[in-house]
């Protein structure tokens, strides 16, 4: 088992990573900064439910789903655009170089977004 050691309530092991841990029971809550509270909900045998309040526009993700969503923007960003389909060929329409004629098939696109 490795050795850990604890200063002010963190972990260092090996001084590489700082993690604050914190004893908390049920209905009992830790504030993060001004606007993020996470509140222990329920403990059953080694599961705790775990609620957050926290604004809107801070996603939150369990662990592994956040892992995945990398991974997949990861792989997105490997694909070789000669492998994406010719955007006229999903939007139905050929961008000519004409202006109005353009401007046209962009209006067109924006009333089929309505």
Excluded: C, H, W
Aim: aromatic letters at 4%; charged letters at 30%.
């Amino acid at each position: 088992m490795e050795s850990k050691a604890y200063d002010n309530g963190r972990i260092n092991s090996s001084g590489a990573e700082n993690m604050l841990i914190l004893a908390r029971k049920t209905n009992e809550s830790i504030m993060i900064g001004d606007q993020i509270e996470i509140s222990i909900v329920d403990i059953r045998g080694d599961q705790v439910k775990v609620g957050i309040n926290a604004p809107t526009e801070i996603k939150i993700y369990r662990q592994e789903v956040y892992k995945a969503i990398q991974l997949e923007n990861i792989k997105a960003m490997e694909t070789k655009p000669d492998k994406l389909p010719k955007l006229d060929n999903l939007l139905g329409k050929k961008v000519t170089g004409n202006k109005n004629a353009d401007s046209k098939n962009l209006s067109d696109l924006e009333d089929f977004k309505k």
